[in-house]
């Protein structure tokens, strides 16, 4: 994380030996640096964005219209009017910033509650108080 004094590096990708842990779900990436200041230390941690390449239009949606579930199946509520909601699954391809980015969801355009969406859940499933 950013802090007073923190250093803003660009790398560029280097080819490093293919290495994951599967129990997080991660993948290593290896880049390069420029340390001539000084200011890294070998083997210091810290935090890095990595750009993506997108791949055409894609579906996104605020992160706070995903409820996720017990089985970590991810739903949005659609706004049916009236105050009537339909839940719908979608697939989150990844979490970029406050947003997420679906690979399947509602078609575009259609009102999703945006904030809520769990206590639309437990209304829904009768959980809760």
């Given at each position: 994380?950013?802090?007073?004094?923190?250093?803003?590096?660009?790398?560029?990708?280097v080819?490093?030996?293919?290495?994951?842990?599967?129990?997080?779900?991660?993948?290593?990436l290896?880049y390069?640096v420029?340390?001539?200041?000084?200011?890294?230390?070998?083997?210091?941690?810290?935090?890095?964005?990595?750009?993506?390449?997108?791949?055409g239009?894609?579906?996104r949606?605020?992160?706070?219209?995903?409820?996720?579930d017990?089985?970590?199946?991810?739903?949005?509520?659609?706004?049916?009017?009236?105050?009537?909601?339909?839940?719908?699954?979608?697939?989150?391809?990844?979490?970029?910033g406050?947003?997420?980015?679906?690979?399947?969801?509602?078609?575009v355009?259609?009102?999703?509650?945006?904030?809520?969406?769990?206590?639309?859940?437990?209304?829904?499933?009768?959980?809760?108080?």
């Amino acid at each position: 994380g950013a802090s007073d004094g923190a250093v803003v590096a660009t790398g560029a990708p280097v080819q490093g030996p293919p290495d994951a842990d599967a129990t997080a779900a991660t993948v290593f990436l290896y880049y390069s640096v420029d340390n001539s200041e000084g200011s890294l230390r070998r083997g210091q941690r810290f935090g890095a964005r990595v750009a993506l390449r997108a791949t055409g239009a894609q579906l996104r949606l605020p992160w706070s219209a995903i409820m996720l579930d017990a089985r970590g199946d991810a739903w949005v509520y659609i706004d049916l009017g009236d105050g009537r909601y339909q839940r719908h699954a979608v697939r989150i391809d990844r979490r970029d910033g406050d947003d997420a980015v679906l690979t399947h969801g509602p078609a575009v355009g259609t009102d999703v509650a945006i904030t809520g969406a769990v206590e639309l859940y437990g209304t829904e499933f009768g959980v809760g108080k």
